[in-house]
């Protein structure tokens, strides 16, 4: 299709982003795609737990696909707020910027005096699976982690599960290596105890205390499959659903979990964290109520599990937890022509619902754009986007970009021993 002398500009090139992208292009519309990492996969890359090899490369595929495309440019290793602000964006005259942007931030645990524990025995979700996923990396500089004996994790949601699972390959690994056995997350991933019966080792042997999830419902409650309708038998269904899933994760991977649990406070001693209190809760009729009796738990390592959210970006209003957008058009309420999809908005991970979004919200944007003649010319856009290519050693083509940062993968790693 021929250019429209329109160029929308999308903010993030993981599964919403490259989705936007690919609507947008098929409608004729250049799009400039800027990319805060040099590979544009998100959290596919960095939130997505290893193990999920196929998954995984599906995704890269997928988005590959739709980003090596004649309209789509893109921008690798430029950050939104840090790198380039949304200031200098607007000042281009694109038709459209659309934010997706991901969300990348834990949501704060409010337990009081914990944040100064962070990194010394209290870490969040998104950057102990960053680790979990790269730490192999010859090249990784990051943040390291020791992970030790009855952890506690606070959540309740299959991300909670995803910790659950890297804590006790790593633990289960460490301790059948130094048994002389030669295993793997990989093969840790088909079932624990299929392992374990597989070299004659009981889990006792091994002397590991289980990690243990803390959620403050019930186990029913957890958000480990969707509500598909309101009636009592759809109901019904989810929550024996979530309750299967729980107990197969359960028995495959040997984690605990402890329901009607709230966090309190973290326990503290002689200036240490040494684990947390939890009230007991109770849930009747839909209601939640935290009651009067308290437990301490102590453990020397502790992730909080309960979510993300966007990072706040300067000149972007925020609404509680998500960018404040006119739930109809996705428009941010203090610009008209900025927009915001996927994570961005909703603040969940799961795939479907981000390419659902992003598709919706790239037609509303195609349809508004293709009502106005373009506000600035395609070639001075274009020029300031090839300097921003040049200032990060974007050089070459899309997928010659990609084949030169592919990461080092595991899977590789031990098929080589």
Not at 4 to 32: D, M, N, P, R
Not at 211 to 218: G, Q
Not at 304 to 309: D, E, F, L, N
Request: hydrophobic share 40%; aromatic share 8%; proline share 4%.
């Amino acid at each position: 299709m021929d250019k429209t002398g329109h160029i929308a500009i999308v903010i993030g090139g993981a599964v919403a982003g490259s989705e936007a992208a690919y609507q947008l292009s098929k409608k004729g519309i250049t799009t400039i795609v800027i990319e805060k990492n040099a590979l544009p996969y998100g959290k596919i890359e960095d939130g997505l737990p290893k193990w999920h090899i196929k998954l995984r490369n599906r995704e890269i595929d997928r988005i590959n696909q739709k980003l090596n495309h004649p309209l789509v440019h893109y921008v690798p290793n430029t950050e939104l707020g840090k790198t380039v602000n949304l200031e200098t964006l607007l000042s281009w005259g694109a038709d459209a910027i659309v934010l997706a942007n991901g969300a990348w931030k834990d949501r704060p645990l409010t337990l009081n005096g914990i944040d100064k524990f962070e990194g010394k025995g209290f870490y969040y979700q998104n950057d102990f699976i960053y680790w979990f996923n790269h730490q192999h990396e010859p090249n990784y500089k990051g943040p390291q982690y020791k992970i030790k004996n009855n952890a506690i994790i606070i959540g309740g949601g299959l991300a909670s599960i995803d910790c659950a699972k890297a804590i006790m390959f790593h633990l289960v690994n460490n301790a059948l290596n130094q048994k002389g056995f030669n295993t793997n997350l990989f093969e840790l991933e088909h079932g624990i105890p299929k392992v374990l019966a597989k070299y004659g080792v009981s889990f006792e042997e091994l002397n590991i205390e289980p990690c243990t999830i803390y959620y403050r419902k019930r186990f029913k409650d957890m958000s480990l499959a969707p509500l598909k309708g309101n009636s009592a038998e759809e109901i019904e269904k989810a929550e024996k659903t979530r309750v299967k899933i729980l107990d197969h994760n359960k028995s495959k991977f040997l984690f605990k979990v402890n329901a009607c649990a709230s966090a309190k406070e973290a326990v503290i001693e002689n200036n240490e964290l040494k684990g947390i209190l939890f009230n007991r809760t109770m849930v009747e009729n839909g209601t939640y109520e935290v009651l009067d009796e308290s437990f301490a738990v102590h453990s020397p390592f502790i992730i909080s599990s309960i979510g993300s959210i966007p990072e706040p970006i300067k000149g972007i209003i925020m609404q509680n937890e998500t960018y404040d957008i006119d739930k109809a058009s996705y428009q941010l309420k203090n610009y008209n022509n900025v927009y915001a999809l996927g994570n961005a908005v909703t603040g969940r991970g799961n795939i479907n619902q981000s390419l659902k979004n992003a598709t919706e919200v790239a037609q509303i944007v195609a349809a508004n754009i293709s009502d106005s003649p373009p506000k600035q010319s395609a070639e001075k856009i274009l020029k300031a986007v090839q300097e921003m290519q040049k200032n990060v050693n974007f050089v070459a083509d899309y997928s010659s970009w990609i084949a030169q940062h592919q990461p080092l993968r595991l899977e590789d790693m031990l098929e080589q021993h």
